[in-house]
């Protein structure tokens, strides 16, 4: 289906946009090739330290052990399928292997106030044309800042997103650009590709399992 008739509405506008709708599968091969982003110093022995521990075997702060919520942009990074669902003024992203559904709000300027750093960040979305250019911040700081394809989570990351459609409805793109003055000397992008899945698709349940250090059956 094409987004042809998705065009930018007056702020402040609820907007209902069809075409993105459905269930995506990223494409596998996007994990080949990743290109090292422009760590700091400080930050590239961090990420050194990190992946010494993991590959001596040594017990490590792994967030998945405690169920600690993947966020944004780890679950637009993973392996497991999406389902993107669009109402007037919202795009709302569930992932099978996250318990936070992500809202990308279509008809908001800035973010609500008082709100506490969040997994997911806050989303605000407009239309350019065909594409859809989302902005994400008011992350928290919570969890190692680069579990996913190298991509950074923390309360010092913006993540600039331009989400568009193939000719033929059936290939989303997502063309992510992190911005992080901590760990990050320059801005870092990352592009994903996502197969339409047939319309019959469903999300798996896929729940963290609290504590299975302690089953003697886990493996």
């Not at 650009?177 to 996502?194: E, M, Q």
């Amino acid at each position: 289906m094409s987004i042809a008739t998705a065009q930018a509405q007056p702020a402040g506008k609820p907007t209902t946009i069809t075409g993105l709708t459905g269930m995506w599968f990223m494409e596998q091969n996007d994990f080949e090739g990743q290109v090292e982003p422009p760590y700091k110093p400080e930050t590239r022995a961090m990420v050194e330290k990190r992946e010494a521990e993991e590959n001596a075997g040594k017990v490590i702060d792994d967030e998945t052990q405690v169920c600690e919520p993947v966020g944004v942009p780890g679950m637009m990074l993973s392996e497991f399928p999406l389902e993107i669902l669009e109402t007037p003024g919202r795009i709302t992203i569930i992932s099978e292997m996250s318990p936070l559904a992500r809202t990308i709000y279509l008809n908001r300027t800035k973010a609500t106030e008082g709100l506490p750093p969040m997994y997911n960040g806050y989303s605000i979305g407009h239309w350019e044309g065909e594409t859809l250019v989302v902005e994400t911040e008011n992350f928290n700081d919570t969890g190692f800042p680069f579990r996913f394809g190298n991509a950074v989570h923390s309360a010092t990351t913006r993540l600039t997103e331009r989400i568009s459609l193939s000719e033929d409805g059936k290939v989303l793109v997502d063309e992510m650009t992190l911005h992080d003055p901590r760990y990050l000397t320059d801005s870092y992008k990352i592009v994903r590709h996502y197969n339409r899945l047939p319309e019959d698709s469903e999300l798996w349940e896929s729940p963290c399992m609290v504590g299975w250090k302690d089953d003697p059956t886990a493996k």
